[in-house]
């Protein structure tokens, strides 16, 4: 009989856990783990596939002379990728919206993440119509949005030397990590 009640206790508290989610993340079941987790292994994957699809690269050989090339989608399945990250970064922004995320933030952390589900949805329509222009135009607006998430809710732990100025796009072909140690050196 004690041990029931015991159980059930147990149960009640786990249940509060969930409910205000953020400050004990790490021990309820979040759909893709703590914010952190969301953030690096699902937002800025997503988002490098959308921000590396349309760009202007300028790459310095090694003999000296640099190459220039605009990179763009070409085939109908190089759109299809794109247009895909856009729609998944609208799924991650509802994920933000879920009590699990958003559940102890301020009001305003509702319409950042809104907001990226917004722009993403223009993001998508951008990639289904196939215009490079307006993909790299509201790649910028999804950036701004990004960042002022940040602004206002800024990572607890960030890597080593990185401030939240550098949660930035990163430039060109480099990723994140590459930009943050780039900056390091
Ligand atoms: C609704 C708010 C919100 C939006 C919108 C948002 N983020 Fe975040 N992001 C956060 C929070 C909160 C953290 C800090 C998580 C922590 O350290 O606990 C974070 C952290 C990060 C980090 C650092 C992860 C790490 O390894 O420490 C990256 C990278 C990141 N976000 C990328 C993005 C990108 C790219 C976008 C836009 C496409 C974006 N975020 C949009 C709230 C947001």
Redo the contacts with the bound molecule.
């Keep these: 009989m004690v041990f029931k009640i015991r159980h059930v206790a147990l149960l009640a508290s786990t249940a509060m856990l969930a409910a205000c989610g953020g400050s004990d993340a790490d021990t309820v079941e979040l759909p893709y783990g703590?914010?952190?987790q969301l953030?690096?292994n699902e937002?800025?994957p997503?988002?490098d596939i959308y921000w590396g699809a349309v760009k202007f690269e300028s790459i310095l050989n090694d003999d000296g002379t640099v190459t220039e090339r605009d990179i763009r989608p070409e085939t109908d399945e190089d759109w299809a990728t794109v247009e895909a990250s856009a729609v998944h970064?609208g799924e991650l922004?509802a994920v933000?919206l879920t009590p699990a995320?958003a559940d102890g933030?301020g009001d305003d952390?509702s319409d950042?993440?809104q907001?990226?589900i917004d722009v993403s949805a223009r993001a998508a329509q951008a990639a289904a119509d196939h215009d490079p222009d307006a993909v790299f135009e509201v790649g910028g607006t999804?950036?701004n949005?990004?960042r002022?998430?940040?602004q206002?809710?800024?990572?607890?732990?960030?890597?080593e030397g990185m401030t939240v100025e550098d949660?930035q796009?990163p430039n060109n072909d480099e990723t994140?990590e590459e930009y943050v140690a780039g900056d390091q050196t």
Excluded: I, K, N, S
């Design positions: 703590t914010a952190q953030m690096a937002v800025q997503t988002a970064m922004g933000m995320y933030r952390w950042f993440a907001g990226l999804m950036y949005v990004c002022a998430c940040h206002m809710y800024p990572p607890e732990e960030l890597p949660v796009r994140l």
